[in-house]
């Protein structure tokens, strides 16, 4: 069956930075994109970007361009998106989903807290 | 990039009453490629509806969508009690890919 596991909390200081892995098993890897998506607390559902594991092409929200960086291991079937120059407004659960018509596999959620 | 508006923001119902969620696109959704999710808190959003109108895998029949162009409803014909929870339209035919605000379906 089809699993997005994502990497526990964490909590980091203003301007650090964070990296986030989402290991996929059940499916061909680089057959589906891999999209990330946060929610604040409070807030709604918000888009940040898409990898194609199958060559590392990527896009990325112009919210977070220049902050944002999505890459991907073919050899362990994770993707990573790193988020770079934290601030408080950060704080999110990040997850990452698989699209196919909508998004129909879901990472359980990272929570991260950028706090001093 | 294309701004979804949903409305209303919070619908208060009773179990077993009718639920009609709106949807509306600044500009038409290409393909109609649009799709509805359940979030609970805790939990992962959940796919209900993809392509306007096609139910996801295991969503009971009580769960409907419609809709083109620019406006969609998702409709949920009779609340049972674990369908109390925020619901978001997504557009996925244009990038960037984005979502509305959210409904909260809440008990009346």
């Known amino acids: 069956q089809v699993q997005l596991v994502q990497s526990g909390a964490e909590v980091k200081k203003p301007g650090a930075s964070v990296k986030v892995s989402c290991k996929a098993s059940?499916?061909?890897?680089?057959?589906?994109?891999m999209h990330w998506v946060r929610q604040a607390p409070g807030q709604g559902l918000e888009w940040m970007g898409i990898?194609?594991?199958?060559?590392?092409?990527?896009s990325y929200s112009q919210k977070f361009q220049g902050r944002v960086t999505m890459t991907r291991d073919t050899s362990t079937n994770t993707v990573y998106m790193e988020l770079s120059s934290l601030r408080s407004e950060d704080t999110a659960v990040y997850y990452c989903?698989?699209?196919?018509?909508?998004?129909?596999?879901w990472g359980q959620g990272t929570l991260v807290t950028v706090s001093s | 990039e294309i701004v979804l508006t949903q409305s209303p923001g919070t619908l208060s119902l009773s179990p077993g009453e009718r639920a009609t969620l709106s949807c509306r696109a600044s500009?038409?959704?290409?393909?109609?490629?649009l799709a509805w999710y359940q979030k609970k808190p805790g939990q992962a959003p959940r796919l209900l509806m993809y392509?306007?109108?096609s139910r996801a895998t295991g969503i009971p029949d009580r769960f409907s969508g419609s809709g083109s162009g620019t406006d969609f409803t998702l409709t949920i014909s009779r609340l049972e009690p674990e369908d109390f929870a925020v619901y978001y339209c997504?557009?996925?035919?244009?990038?960037?890919?984005?979502f509305g605000g959210g409904t909260k379906v809440e008990i009346k």
């Open positions: 500009q038409s959704v290409s393909s109609n490629y």
């Open positions: 989903a698989r699209p196919s018509g909508g998004y129909d596999y």
């Open positions: 392509g306007a109108s």
């Open positions: 990898i194609n594991p199958s060559d590392g092409s990527t």
């Open positions: 997504q557009q996925y035919g244009t990038s960037p890919n984005t």
């Open positions: 059940g499916y061909t890897f680089t057959r589906y994109y």
